[in-house]
């Protein structure tokens, strides 16, 4: 009998066990922040070769800081300038391998090297994003893209 997980890496194995860890954690939880606050904990624990984790919310017209794990942040970034306010206009994921060819980007925190930010959309509305970063070029590929963008779908059932 054909099983496709059989052909999976381990890595994408690893990214759909905390898919399901995700939801066991948020599973009957209504409040937004505590499971913002468990989403970055549970990535920055799983994620290796990282520096930060976490969310901006949007508010108005501009993302605001939310739920982390780093060394401190911006607070407040425009949609339209850096990575995680391109990733708001333009309504998708920004992978970005070396973040000092990205026009406008916002350092926040000098190590980081690259990002990925996924755009955390409700009723067709973006209303954040998930933002992490790299001390490290080229760290996210196509694999992380595909299972971050997994994971946001099923926090976005939990926020």
Not at 32 to 58: D, I, M
Not at 98 to 127: M, R, T, W, Y
Not at 134 to 154: A, C, G, H, M, W
Request: include cysteine.
């Amino acid at each position: 009998m054909f099983q496709a997980e059989s052909y999976l890496s381990t890595r994408e194995k690893n990214y759909q066990l905390v898919i399901k860890q995700i939801e066991a954690l948020l599973e009957g939880e209504p409040d937004q922040l505590a499971n913002l606050s468990n989403a970055s904990a549970l990535l920055n624990q799983f994620l290796t070769e990282v520096n930060w984790v976490g969310f901006y919310l949007l508010k108005e017209d501009e993302l605001v800081l939310g739920p982390f794990q780093g060394l401190p942040a911006c607070v407040r970034i425009a949609v339209g300038k850096g990575v995680c306010g391109t990733a708001v206009s333009e309504k998708q994921t920004q992978r970005v391998a070396d973040v000092n060819q990205f026009p406008g980007h916002i350092a926040c925190d000098a190590a980081s090297q690259s990002e990925i930010v996924v755009p955390l959309i409700k009723d067709d509305k973006v209303i954040g994003v998930l933002d992490i970063d790299s001390p490290i070029k080229n760290r996210f590929d196509e694999i992380d893209q595909t299972y971050l963008e997994k994971f946001v779908e099923t926090l976005n059932r939990f926020i």
